[in-house]
């Protein structure tokens, strides 16, 4: 493993490469290394699942003050799932950095969403061990909390009805969802939605179908009442 080309990658100078190399070691490689003294990153993994779970609970608690818990629990359940960390480690380009076995990587295990998902967990571990949760959470913040903000995670919450409840509790108005724009040919459209509050435009979102659009306008405007 190139643990200078992964730091140039990151931006972030590691104290410990050997526990580095270790977040990104598959107990397939240490059971074909075995004269040599090798572990794998199950270990970090485990400690690396508590503290992302930490962070994105911070992260939810300090920006959405008028988010409830169970909308809370709900919204972090879909960003620390296997499918979002495998998705985090793709956008990182750390399939490349595995260290496999021979068998595993024959039959495809460098894009396997279970092993890249544990490697993330397992280098945000080697990454509190070396440096911190103050480390973990600017790691976070460059690479992980602005995909929360854009709304990737917007099909896992209801934001409409979130904004509906807030509306009703200090305006007492009605809330309106307009699309005023398609974009795209027919089998790639993207739609885009304004929310109207007061006959006054709150919120604006662009999604591939038009309840996606409209939970990110809904979102904008959360957003827009929370700041």
Not at 17 to 30: E, N, P, Q, R
Not at 61 to 86: D, F, H, W
Not at 90 to 111: S, V, Y
Not at 194 to 209: D, L, P
């Amino acid at each position: 493993m190139d643990v200078a080309k992964l730091e140039k990658q990151l931006g972030i100078t590691f104290h410990d490469h050997a526990l580095v190399k270790l977040a990104f070691t598959h107990s397939s490689y240490v059971n074909e290394h075995r004269r040599e003294v090798f572990s794998d990153n199950e270990r970090l993994e485990y400690l690396g699942d508590a503290v992302l779970e930490l962070a994105v609970s911070q992260y939810l608690y300090r920006n959405n003050t008028q988010m409830p818990e169970g909308e809370m629990t709900k919204l972090r359940a879909a960003i620390v799932c296997e499918p979002s960390l495998n998705n985090f480690a793709h956008d990182l380009h750390f399939a490349e950095h595995l260290m496999l076995g021979k068998g595993e990587e024959q039959t495809g295990g460098r894009e396997r969403p279970a092993i890249l998902a544990d490697a993330f967990e397992a280098f945000l571990g080697a990454l509190y061990l070396d440096q911190g949760f103050d480390a973990v959470l600017h790691f976070m913040n460059k690479f992980i909390f602005p995909k929360i903000e854009n709304g990737a995670f917007s099909h896992a919450m209801d934001y409409k009805s979130q904004l509906q409840e807030l509306v009703q509790q200090y305006r007492n108005a009605s809330v309106e969802y307009n699309v005023v724009e398609e974009k795209g040919p027919s089998h790639d459209k993207e739609f885009v939605s304004e929310v109207v509050i007061k006959g006054k435009t709150s919120g604006r979102g662009i999604g591939r179908t038009k309840k996606e659009a409209e939970q990110r306008a809904a979102k904008d405007a959360l957003d827009t009442f929370n700041k």
